[in-house]
């Protein structure tokens, strides 16, 4: 187990598929919320990062996809130094990462159906129709939701809609996922279950994963790897079995 | 009041680099083809009874108001032409663009507002497909298209509203009515005002985008951008009016 002493201890290095090194974000002058974040991830990993509300969990893996900027700090993503890449190539590597959003964030005005087409057919040529019904069909029986195919998002229930957003990110099959609380404002059974399918996704696809959660049994259930955010940098790092152990906060 | 200019200033600087990107992106492919016909269909279209019924009810309404004070100086007979020359220099583009402003403004401003506060934008952001492009550049055109097609629709029903009005008092066929309009009316009267109406559809369409595509975390902000894309969108029309008056104006005494 390592604590924040260990902090600065990383070298960016290329046998990792996610590398970040001193990695600092703020928000208006006095509010820096990253204060050189360091931590790798390995091909195939698990990696939970844990924290309380406020201490930079959703803003750093929203850098990972360039959906925030960081002030400062190296960010290498599948090899990729993300802060130096122009759009056309941010977006050729974010084909290979997928995230799920806190909410899901299911486009309201799309059925189930159509939420999973809409990326597939605006990447991937010359597609026929029967390859997309069978690629959406095989995704959403995967999330266990072939009944929901033509209902609305308005229509689901939370863990539904955690199901769709987690088959929407499935069906352009990506290398990395990111996962923004997965089990927040689930029962604790419906929380269970979304933990044993990220569990059994990673598995089947062989994806690598970094999971934001709160949720202490869905990172006992996924992780391989544990970090603990405090004050803006790493403050602990370990199996959960380790953390567990640990007389530390 | 430093804060009040401040905020004036930064609004319009952001609106224009806005502007800017909408004009960078609209050339560039993917063109959006699908979903320009599903925004004109959605935004003109379904426009179409409102903008009716109200243009309707004005031309009705300018004909009737304007009968007794024209038969008074006797030129009841030019009425059908300055009904039609009101409707279609000032009253169906302002009328049609406010009410365009009211419905389509807000509600591309509510939409993409909403759309914003439940990172649907951020997931097709990171899904590589460019929230930008199909979801503001597709509405600017259509709203900068459709607009100029409602004010024409406007007109014409406007027109026959006019003659609805004509008839309750005196007795004119439709032939005469329309005879006495298109004698009336100039090559001039016609384009500066239909070129006008382009203009108030670019900013209905990109003020609603701008205020639904900016709005902040949080629910309330949905509703702050549908209300500020109305007020925006409304005095940006009367604004544009102003300028193309003074242009035609300019035009018409060289």
């Not at chain 1, 974010?94 to 899901?104: E, H, K, P, S, V």
């Not at chain 2, 009515?177 to 016609?190: A, G, P, T, V």
Request: net charge neutral.
């Amino acid at each position: 187990m390592k604590t924040k002493e260990s902090n600065t201890s990383y070298e960016v290095s290329p046998q990792n598929i996610i590398n970040v090194k001193g990695l600092y974000m703020s928000f208006g002058e006095n509010n820096e919320v990253l204060k050189g974040i360091n931590f790798q991830v390995k091909k195939g990993e698990n990696l939970v990062v844990l924290g309380k509300s406020g201490s930079g969990k959703s803003v750093m893996i929203k850098c990972l996809v360039g959906l925030d900027k960081a002030d400062k700090g190296e960010l290498y993503v599948l090899g990729k130094d993300i802060a130096k890449l122009t759009y056309e190539q941010l977006n050729s590597i974010r084909l290979r990462i997928g995230f799920l959003f806190q909410n899901a964030a299911l486009y309201d005005s799309m059925s189930v159906r159509e939420n999973l087409v809409f990326p597939l057919k605006r990447h991937s040529k010359n597609i026929t129709t029967n390859e997309i019904d069978k690629a959406v069909m095989d995704t959403l029986k995967d999330v266990g939701l072939e009944e929901a195919i033509d209902k609305m998002p308005s229509e689901l229930s939370g863990g539904m809609r955690k199901r769709v957003g987690l088959a929407r990110t499935l069906i352009l099959k990506p290398e990395i996922i990111l996962y923004d609380e997965p089990t927040t404002g689930l029962d604790p059974i419906t929380s269970k279950e979304i933990s044993e399918l990220i569990l059994s996704i990673q598995k089947k696809n062989k994806t690598t994963s970094v999971i934001i959660t709160h949720d202490l049994a869905c990172a006992r259930l996924t992780a391989d790897r544990i970090i603990i955010l405090r004050d803006g940098v790493v403050f602990m790092e370990g199996s959960y079995e380790q953390l567990e152990q640990s007389k530390d906060e | 009041m430093t804060t009040y200019l401040k905020d004036i200033f930064s609004n319009t600087s952001n609106v224009s680099i806005f502007a800017m990107r909408f004009w960078k992106e609209v050339f560039k492919p993917p063109f959006e083809i699908k979903e320009f016909i599903k925004q004109c269909y959605l935004l003109g279209y379904k426009a179409l009874p409102l903008v009716a019924i109200t243009g309707f009810i004005m031309g009705l309404v300018l004909t009737i108001q304007s009968r007794p004070t024209m038969a008074k100086f006797g030129a009841e007979a030019w009425l059908p032409g300055m009904v039609a020359l009101s409707m279609i220099k000032e009253v169906a583009p302002i009328i049609t663009a406010l009410i365009c402003a009211g419905k389509i403004s807000s509600g591309i401003g509510a939409e993409l507002g909403s759309m914003k506060v439940t990172e649907q934008i951020d997931a097709m952001e990171v899904s590589a497909i460019n929230p930008f492009k199909y979801l503001v550049v597709t509405r600017i055109l259509a709203t900068t298209l459709m607009i100029p097609i409602l004010v024409v629709f406007a007109d014409c029903i406007g027109i026959f509203g006019g003659f609805m009005g004509m008839n309750i008092h005196t007795d004119v066929t439709l032939f005469r009515y329309l005879h006495k309009i298109l004698e009336s009316l100039n090559f001039i009267d016609i384009i500066p005002a239909t070129i006008k109406t382009f203009f108030f559809g670019f900013f209905i369409g990109m003020i609603g985008c701008y205020k639904g595509f900016t709005a902040s975390n949080g629910t309330e902000s949905v509703g702050r951008a549908a209300n500020s894309a109305v007020v925006a969108a409304s005095l940006a029309i009367f604004i544009i009016d102003m300028i193309a008056v003074q242009l035609t104006d300019l035009y018409a005494n060289l």
